[in-house]
């Protein structure tokens, strides 16, 4: 074991490092370079919030519906060239969706996107993981990190396309194309061969009666399955949070604490800002304490800092808040993905894939939940869903890894 740990990583495993590295960075990229279009996009539609809000819906929708065929591609095609087909027509759709002239068509490509963006999430992370098992030290937050990265230079790559006045579809097919080569000369460089190695055999000379067959592997399923549910509910609970900052922390400050507009956009940027510095230091963090003290750690922070920041609400106190909360979930969902990609009985790919999909519930249900309740009471109270999200992963903690011995 600690000669796995401390050795030194081939030249081959270095080169398929950086591939995954630029798979998540051009994962993060593209979809930014569409969300600063959308205000255009619904002017020139010329439709209604309501139908606004359906059509944009159907994003996490298409992930949602194709997200469970994304292991059985993985197994049939191997992870990287899934992840990088996924980012090929994850791009098209994007590029169909920022020319669509009709709310069905953007919708539909929206749809496409999704599915897509699905495939490409689930196979990175299952070659991301690969990756680090032949390092033998955690490197997914890193990978997430890059995501991050990514994701800002797509959104700023649009703001600068808008203020020079490039139109939509140049602009798009510039990203589509830029990214689809910088995907396809990863693919290059990323590890061959099996997703996983053969599962050695099991001993059974113990000098004790094992318990029969049956018995054992359905105690085995029986374990699993919690542990996969355990999963879920922590991977979800980063998804909530991150959609709190993302669909709320805005609207939160500016029309309940009076911000400034300048200001309100703070608190999302001081969410996204403090994951990824979480995800940078996140690797080290759990090779020294392991998952489990790690997302105890986090969810402490961020369900303290949240709650403190709704319980005295001010400016600055709810931008520290926000602060808090990225950071302490930053680790979870690379976490929960990590744990479910080698659960025991499971097909490779399996339960990476289930607790990919069912997270992304949390992104479809969170903002019509936090808006019922905030109709209801108010924004303040809608935004509990954050320190709750932090002691719902306060419980789950256990099924992670603790430090290795």
């Not at 929708?61 to 990088?84: K, M, Q, Y």
């Not at 495939?119 to 990175?124: E, G, L, M, S």
């Not at 997270?359 to 303040?380: C, E, H, N």
């Amino acid at each position: 074991m600690t000669v796995d740990v401390l050795r030194r990583p081939a030249p081959a495993d270095r080169r398929a490092r950086v591939a995954v590295a630029v798979l998540f960075f051009t994962n993060g990229a593209l979809f930014a370079n569409l969300l600063p279009r959308y205000p255009q996009i619904k002017a020139d539609l010329g439709i209604g919030n309501a139908a606004y809000g359906l059509a944009v819906a159907a994003f996490p929708a298409g992930a949602i519906a194709a997200g469970l065929a994304a292991g059985i591609l993985v197994r049939r095609f191997g992870s990287a060239r899934v992840a990088v087909g996924g980012t090929l027509l994850t791009g098209a759709g994007i590029l169909v969706a920022g020319l669509a002239d009709s709310v069905v068509v953007f919708a539909g490509a929206l749809f496409l996107a999704g599915a897509m963006d699905a495939f490409t999430d689930v196979a990175q992370n299952a070659h991301g993981l690969r990756v680090q098992r032949r390092y033998g030290r955690s490197l997914i937050n890193s990978f997430h990190a890059i995501w991050s990265i990514g994701a800002v230079t797509g959104g700023s790559m649009a703001a600068a396309a808008i203020a020079v006045g490039v139109a939509r579809g140049p602009h798009l097919l510039f990203s589509a194309a830029v990214f689809a080569v910088a995907a396809c000369v990863a693919l290059r460089y990323c590890l061959p061969g099996p997703e996983t190695e053969a599962e050695p055999a099991v001993e059974t000379g113990t000098g004790q009666d094992p318990a029969p067959l049956p018995t054992r592997a359905a105690a085995a399923g029986l374990r699993t399955g919690w542990v996969l549910a355990a999963l879920v509910l922590i991977a979800t609970a980063g998804t909530l949070v991150e959609d709190a900052g993302m669909s709320w922390a805005t609207l939160y400050l500016s029309d309940s604490l009076h911000a400034t507009a300048a200001l309100a956009a703070s608190g999302y940027v001081a969410l996204v800002g403090a994951q990824f510095v979480g995800r940078i230091v996140g690797d080290r963090l759990v090779d020294r304490f392991g998952q489990r003290a790690v997302a105890r750690s986090g969810a402490l922070i961020a369900a303290v800092g949240m709650g403190l920041a709704l319980a005295v609400p001010t400016v600055p106190g709810t931008i520290l808040g926000f602060a808090a909360a990225g950071f302490g979930v930053a680790t979870l969902v690379p976490a929960a993905m990590h744990e479910a990609d080698e659960l025991p009985g499971l097909r490779p790919g399996a339960g990476l894939t289930l607790v990919s999909w069912l997270m992304r519930l949390g992104f479809l249900l969170s903002p019509p939940v936090v808006g019922l309740v905030a109709d209801a009471t108010s924004l303040r109270v809608g935004l509990l869903v954050v320190p709750l999200a932090g002691l719902l992963v306060l419980l789950c903690a256990g099924v992670l890894r603790p430090r290795r011995g």
